[in-house]
């Protein structure tokens, strides 16, 4: 036809204007992009002249096709060089190549930022921008049935690829540490390498560094805006399409079902082998699971990609598919080892392979993939070649080199002109800690972030009848019952001040709802004349959870549209659930909110499952902007009526977005924390994340005393002040739900001033940068902070450090140069007033290092200690801090730090008349308790020397 041989002319005197170009920009990281007629696309990052990522090609998927730079498809046709000026990060110079598919039908532009500003030039940032000049239609592409746990609608595809970023050189060296599924506590992965890295639409930022050194150069790697529809994933350089299906279903049955997975007995290959996968794969993945399901669900018809416990794969169970015949699903590439066989390390198995290079071709579709074994016609896809052994007439084999990909996630149906996302890298030269908080301040200045000032929820303590407190499920809060626990706490002087009413406050369904809200109003068989007459008995306002609703739910709010679910398994509930339509988003949650802010009763929101309440639906996956649209729209809400808003089971697209909503104050950091659980206490790893972001992690409910007959779990918890103490380093959020006399006042009291404002640090508990490096200590150690006045105190937790281990203050974060002083109790004799400084204080520098040793876990309780180090003025004067406060020095009770030629003046806050101890190291080396009164205006000063 005529268009057959247009289209190429066309295309040809495009080229043919464009000419070859170089563009270099930076110094510390530096970018270096080489494009033009004959000159296949690259582009490398560099810091401090090190070559870290080596990048080449884009390409996108429109018209059910995919275009490529690398095979031709997508031609270079010209490029333009500018500055502008960012209203938020200011300067920078761009380069834009533009592209043009062979048959004209695609246009696509790929455009490198890198800022100038000073203003930001701390963080070093450049953002690689993807712009769909044309709209692309058809561009969803096949997610694979994967056995790494993805929930729903998750995907591990993306449709657009730039930047491409290869597995081989630089990136195989480098140390990673990300963020996957929901919490993400204790389950950040890190390791060496990416080739087990995963993210997808479950993934949240990368940082990279090298783990000889994780306390040198770094950077991070995250979407810079419509994080709900972008992603960072690790694929094949190649992409093919191989279409496998169970063996049970029939190819009419439609591509979702036919994608669908579940758990069949194991095939044959070698059962030991099969076994071993549990011990590999799945075992040294538990950290990515996003189900607490125990019960392995074989419906066809369960769309949930569940990850099970590690039981539910003790009978050597795994995933297996069949083949669907069809050209195209051949690969030549892979480098084949005859007679070789890669033994266990599974993630599935395709039955019906006719050849080695359809295998090959199978692993390199497949995120996860990178060896496989092929065994007559069936085909092994594996993570790992660890089990290499000689086996006659195996073959196995290595898929060709494998990429870091930036893109649309694959889900999307159609992407709009116009739409332009970006991936987003920031670097620094001091570690991880400190990528990530230069990552931090980055979005919040794009975003120009501030949050709710008024947040009750994040600076006051509460109580809470969350999982895990003692009313909760068999035996809920009810009015009488809570009439009961708050007279009791006032006799205690626990300063609680809001309570939070978890899932039971409500009428919900549980079948065939997925156990959602009928509607959000008081359930009048426990609260029978409503909140409104509790709440001033109370005294305090109420944070109201919200999650899940039902079908159901709009029977009773018939002027808002809802979605409906998939249906869903996970063992401890099934069924469909459903969510405000993004179009009724923001009116229904003002709604629902507006009520009990307009009765006076509401002081807080928080949304659980949120997982769920994303990937359930098939609108939020499918389509580019519902689910940024709903999510916006319950900010909104809570903004509109100043509600500070806790996110619960989320996702780290919801953490990332966060930057754009002020009401989102907080989110969990754990699982449950109820007694049999109480594994998740590693939050510090999530608040290396959330805190950058300014989000306040929450630990979960903790108890203040062990042993509490009658609950519900009828067992006793362990690490009472480990949690205690956990809890207020997160500087989040901190909830009791002790049931009534079970409180230990003493140490609650020991959390917050008189008037509950909580004292925790100025920034909350993280891993030191060690920890993610080659030679980490041999237990836990993680940093916090306080800064004021130009002086840092530092607060350093030890958990199970079984070998001792050496800490030089510098290589903390914020870094401590100098002199300080470290301890690690203001109670004891040895602080006493007028004690002799060294049977209180060490002192701690470079040349001094602080050596780390708790001892094991004896039992269930671990072995721990909390070091504050203190500055050391140049006088031999140290602000020690609050003798009988937990976490000693807090921004909540010291305003002010002014250090004198032979003395010091500290600021205090606190509530009117309330009396505090502060304890002062002297020029004399000895320990000074000073007492002090807070004023009627709240403050306090104090002088020494």
């Known amino acids: 036809s005529m268009a057959g041989w247009i ?97 004209l039908t695609l246009k696509f532009t790929t455009r490198f930022k890198f800022f100038t500003s000073p203003s930001v030039q701390n963080s070093q940032p450049l953002e690689f ?231 090959c071709a199978l692993c390199a579709q497949e995120p996860a993939c990178a060896f496989f074994s092929f065994v007559q016609t069936v085909c092994y896809l594996k993570y790992s070649n660890a089990g290499r052994i000689s086996y006659s007439g195996h073959i196995s084999g290595t898929v060709p080199s494998r990429a870091l990909v930036f893109g649309v996630q694959g889900r999307v149906r159609t992407v709009t002109q116009d739409h332009a996302p970006s991936l987003l890298l920031t670097a620094s030269p001091d570690g991880i800690n400190s990528a990530m908080a230069a990552w931090g301040a980055t979005l919040k200045s794009k975003y120009g972030t501030v949050k709710l000032a008024d947040d009750l929820i994040s600076t006051h303590l509460g109580y809470w009848t969350d999982n895990g407190g003692y009313y909760y499920g068999g035996q809920p809060l009810s009015a009488s019952i809570a009439t009961q626990l708050f007279a009791y706490i006032n006799q205690t002087g626990v300063p609680i001040c809001y309570l939070q009413l978890d899932p039971f406050w409500y009428p919900a369904q549980c079948g065939p709802c997925g156990c959602g809200a009928i509607n959000w109003t008081e359930d009048r068989s426990l609260f029978p004349t409503g909140l409104i007459s509790l709440q001033p008995t109370l005294g305090v306002p109420l944070l109201l959870y919200s999650s899940m609703f039902c079908p159901i739910t709009a029977t009773d709010y018939p002027q808002y549209d809802f979605l409906t679910s998939n249906y869903f398994n996970v063992g401890w509930d099934e069924g469909v659930i459903a969510v405000p339509a993004p179009r009724s988003s923001f009116a229904f949650y003002n709604d629902i909110m507006s009520k009990y802010v307009d009765l006076g009763v509401m002081g807080g929101f928080e949304v659980d499952f949120m997982d769920f309440l994303l990937l359930l639906f098939d609108e939020f996956a499918q389509d580019l902007t519902s689910a940024d649209i709903w999510a916006t729209g319950i900010a909104a809400a809570a903004l509109n009526n100043n509600m500070p808003t806790q996110f619960c089971m989320t996702l780290p697209a919801f953490i990332m977005a966060s930057v754009q909503w002020p009401a989102v104050t907080n989110a969990r950091a754990s699982e449950d924390n109820f007694p049999s659980n109480e594994g998740r206490w590693k939050i510090a790893y999530t608040s290396l994340f959330y805190a950058a972001l300014d989000i306040k992690p929450f630990m979960d409910v903790i108890w203040t005393t062990a042993m509490q007959p009658g609950n519900k779990y009828h067992l006793a918890r362990a690490n009472i002040r480990l949690q205690a103490t956990i809890a207020l380093l997160s500087a989040g959020p901190v909830g009791i739900g002790d049931g009534i006399s079970y409180i230990n006042a003493t140490l609650a009291r020991s959390f917050a001033r008189s008037d509950g404002r909580l004292l925790g640090p100025g920034r909350s508990a993280t891993p030191i940068d060690a920890m993610y490096g080659a030679q980490p200590p041999s237990g836990e150690v993680w940093q916090a902070s306080t800064s004021l006045d130009g002086a840092v105190w530092a607060y350093v937790l030890s958990v199970d450090v079984t070998t001792a281990y050496t800490l030089d203050p510098a290589t903390l974060f914020p870094h401590l140069t100098g002199q300080y002083v470290a301890f690690t109790s203001l109670l004891g004799p040895g602080c006493s007033d007028g004690s002799a400084a060294s049977s209180c204080v060490v002192n701690v520098s470079s040349s001094q290092p602080l050596t780390l040793r708790t001892g094991p876990m004896v039992a269930l309780e671990h072995a721990y200690s909390l070091h504050t180090l203190a500055p050391l003025s140049k006088a031999g004067w140290a602000v020690l801090g609050e003798v009988h406060a937990l976490i000693s020095f807090s921004p909540a009770r010291f305003s002010s730090v002014t250090f004198l030629t032979n003395g010091v003046r500290v600021g205090l806050l606190g509530q009117p008349g309330e009396q505090v101890q502060i304890a002062f190291l002297t020029s004399t080396s000895t320990i000074a308790v000073v007492p002090a009164t807070l004023g009627p205006d709240g403050t306090a000063v104090i002088t020494q020397g």
Not at 141 to 159: D, I, M
Request: a negative charge.
């Open 7 to 103: 289209a190429p002319l066309v295309l040809a005197s495009l080229v043919c204007l464009s000419s070859a170009l170089s563009w270099q920009r930076g110094s510390t990281v530096s970018i270096s992009v080489a494009a033009g007629p004959g000159v296949p696309l690259s582009y490398n990052v560099s810091l401090s002249g090190r070559p870290w990522l080596v990048g080449k090609h884009v390409q996108v998927h429109c018209s059910g096709k995919w275009f490529s730079s690398a095979d031709g498809s997508l031609v270079f046709t010209s490029s333009s060089q500018f500055s502008d000026w960012d209203a938020k990060l200011g300067l920078y110079d761009a380069l834009d190549l533009l592209w043009v598919s062979f048959d």
């Open 129 to 359: 921008q993807q712009i769909f000049t044309s709209a692309c239609p058809g561009s969803a592409v096949v997610q694979p049935p994967t056995a790494a746990g993805r929930e729903f609608n998750s995907s591990s595809l993306s449709l657009s690829e730039f930047p491409i970023f290869s597995l081989a050189g630089p990136l195989s060296s480098l140390g990673y540490v990300t963020w996957l599924g929901r919490f993400s506590d204790d389950r950040s992965t890190h390791g060496v390498g990416l080739e087990q890295y995963q993210g997808g639409t479950e993934g949240g930022p990368l940082a990279l560094f090298d783990p000889r050194n994780p306390g040198a150069d770094s950077l991070v790697l995250s979407p810079a805006d419509h994080f709900f529809s972008s992603m960072l994933n690790v694929r094949s350089n190649h992409n093919v399409d191989c279409v496998i299906r169970l063996p049970s279903l029939s190819s009419s049955e439609g591509e979702e079902t036919a994608h669908a997975s579940r758990v069949l007995p194991a095939a044959h290959h070698h059962q030991h082998a099969a076994q071993n996968h549990v011990k590999g794969y799945f075992a040294s993945r538990s950290h990515d699971k996003h189900s607490p399901s125990t019960t392995t669900n074989t419906s066809a018809n369960n769309k949930y990609n569940s990850m099970h416990t590690d039981d539910a794969y003790s009978n050597s169970a795994y995933q297996q598919f069949e083949l669907v015949p069809g050209p195209g699903c051949q690969q030549s590439d892979c480098a084949l080892e005859q007679n070789f066989d890669y033994e266990g390390n599974d993630l599935y198995s395709v039955t019906g392979v006719p050849a080695v290079g359809t295998c």
